[in-house]
């Protein structure tokens, strides 16, 4: 097998994240990602390493008995996000559940293996459920026509204009529209990644789906001065059915492709919107984390909350805890909660959020969970978490284990950061319960996982 050599196959299971696995003649596996069980397709080989191949699809030669006949989006098939919305919903929760079982099955202990796998639930909304987006300013083909929009797929330049995209709501296509008019009229150059030279970077639009309060905010370099008040009156103007509630300029010349907070200015409104979860009320700003469907946390956020169990009396570690919602949704059945997260604007809106919502026992810490659990004097009887998609650094993993507590809840937005550290957890004396999936991203190639570990008997 070389680089650029064309084969031809069928998709015979798709692991975690993506992994198309075709099987040549000479039985050899070659990973094709955006791929689907069953489609027969060609792919070009482009890379080879330590006797593992991978290669770029081409074309899909044949459907897959599991497809159907429609997309449901204009964009299918050139926008990089949904690769799994020409399944059924129900076989694409099947698909997921499946990937994260033999993930887990492949690292749990022999003798851990009567854990209860409790399947996958499903999101309330298949479509228009994001809360929040970010969109990227560029070009569709080089030199042509300003674009916003995501990604093509494959391309790490390429930008497609998605002003029909199914996992956000008709107001999201509204300002989107809205945006790519005014910069084109005003001729406004977006930042080249190679030269590093331009103006328009990213367009961040949140709403929150139980208040309807909408947040935009346009990310641009310091490369041109220019006054964006006159878009923000054009928004205030557009036919949404939700409420804008603040317009922000934020300015990032960082040569990172990340939306970065250098400085803000607000145009019109306020820098937040409100958002409600299980009865309490979250403060949510342009760039603290939080989870981005908002029905769907509702469900994950239950499930894990009935993983926690009683925590009368005792004192909860939330680490990783973004703008503090699951410490707010333990507090009020807890003695004391402490949140770890190195965001500050996320620490700030949390200890806001609490406030707001009347409880009194919860302390948030601005710092790396690596840093902080050796400055936190209190002992935990009971320990959340839920990190970034790179899962637990090593060293506050064993920091985590080391003190010891009865049984833990871990939240995973990515499966084989969960699979990694669980690997570590059993062999340092813990031992998975029960654990169950929570479709967080229909349509996509992602999913969330709870998983209730305790101490294994000494």
Known sequence: MKKGQIIEGVIERVDFPNKGIIRTEDGRQVIVKNTIPGQKVSASINKIRKGKAEGRLLEVLEKSPLEGDKTGCVHAGECGGCTYQTLPYDRQLEMKAE????????????????????????????TGYRNKMEFSFGDEVKGGELALGLHKRNSMYDIVTVDGCKIVDEDYHKILTAVLEYCRKKELPYYHKMTHEGYLRHLLVRKAVKTQQILVDVVTTTQIEFDMAELAGILRELPLSGTLTGFLHTRNDSVADVVKNEGTTVLYGRDYIEEELLGLTFKITAFSFFQTNSLGAEVLYSKAREYVGTTKDKVVFDL???????????????????????????????????????????????????????????????????????????????KIIDYGVDSMVYISCKPTSLARDLAVLQQRGYKVVKSCCVDMFPNTVHVETVCLLSRKAQ
Request: hydrophobic share 40%.
């Open 99 to 126: 990937q994260v079982k033999k993930l887990m099955d492949d690292v749990i202990d022999q003798e851990n293996r009567d854990y209860q796998f409790l399947g996958i639930k499903e999101s309330p909304r298949q």
């Open 320 to 398: 990783y805890s973004g703008t503090g919602t699951i410490a707010q949704i333990l507090a009020p059945v807890a003695k004391k909660v402490i949140g770890v997260e190195i965001v500050e604007e996320a620490v700030a809106a949390a200890a806001e959020n609490a406030e707001r919502n009347g409880l009194d026992n919860c302390e948030f810490i601005a710092d790396d969970v690596l840093k902080a659990l050796d400055n936190i004097t209190d002992h935990p009887d009971f320990i959340m978490l839920d990190p970034p998609r790179d899962g637990i650094h090593p060293k506050a993993l064993e």
